[in-house]
């Protein structure tokens, strides 16, 4: 049973507006939460993460959002761009010192230009 | 650059056989994570290694096993390849206790016929 589900296989964005990807998860033991970015031929890189004491955090143009209640979070990507084109994974853990990330099938989103 | 590197990139093995994966940590890190990455899925935690001990399991079986060397490179292990083993097999390291500040490798992708 998926734990951390992404329901978006992909996204198409024109240049310039915004992006959100979307996140759910069912686990209430998870307490961290990370967004990766990931192009072909590479591994996933970090982009963004958020604890459960917080409900947004920022860092540029990528903003996630944390709805605890919910269990669902969001990426919001302001202004996208072209180079943004990639796969987007969701990941959770049951702290920022945990051992294991759990993440979700990804969202491939394509910005065009 | 990551500086976390996997070798081979590429590997083809028959079913039934036996292969070993191999990863190098970044410089000051002392935990290696292993994560298989099957088509159209996201990562999938198999075991995590810190000072040369597991430390963190998944849901896999035991013929996946690993190894860590006192300079925190790893190896993965997988006995008796199944068809179903085709992935791509991500590491990852960090130091313990600090999940969210993973680099991953660019993966090493496995096709068993």
């Known amino acids: 049973d998926q734990q951390v589900k992404q329901n978006s296989p992909s996204l198409s964005v024109q240049e310039g507006r915004i992006s959100i990807l979307n996140c759910d998860y069912t686990?209430?033991?998870?307490?961290?939460f990370l967004w990766y970015k990931k192009y072909p031929a590479e591994g996933p890189t970090f982009l963004i993460s958020?604890?459960?004491?917080?409900d947004k955090n920022e860092d540029g143009r990528f903003t996630v959002f944390l709805n605890k209640s919910a269990k669902h979070l969001s990426l919001h990507i302001v202004p996208s761009q072209p180079g943004d084109s990639a796969v987007y994974f969701c990941?959770?853990?049951?702290?920022?010192?945990?051992?294991?990330?759990?993440f979700g099938k990804g969202t491939t989103l394509s910005v065009s230009s | 650059e990551t500086g976390v590197t996997q070798s081979p990139t590429h590997l083809i093995k028959t079913r039934g056989q036996q292969v070993t994966l191999r990863c190098s940590s970044q410089?000051?890190?002392?935990?290696v994570s292993w994560y298989q990455q099957a088509l159209g899925q996201g990562p999938q935690f198999i075991f995590q290694?810190?000072?040369?001990?597991?430390?963190g399991r998944g849901n896999f079986p035991p013929r996946f096993s690993g190894l860590q060397f006192p300079n925190y490179s790893s190896e993965l292990n997988v006995n008796a390849l199944e068809l179903d083993d085709s992935a791509l097999y991500l590491c990852?390291?960090?130091?313990?206790?600090?999940?969210?500040?993973?680099?991953f490798g660019q993966g090493t992708r496995l096709t068993v016929v």
């Open positions: 686990n209430s033991m998870f307490d961290y």
């Open positions: 990852a390291s960090s130091m313990k206790d600090a999940v969210g500040e993973a680099f």
């Open positions: 958020i604890s459960s004491i917080k």
């Open positions: 410089s000051g890190h002392n935990t």
């Open positions: 290694y810190y000072r040369e001990e597991e430390n």
């Open positions: 990941a959770a853990s049951e702290s920022q010192a945990g051992t294991a990330l759990i």
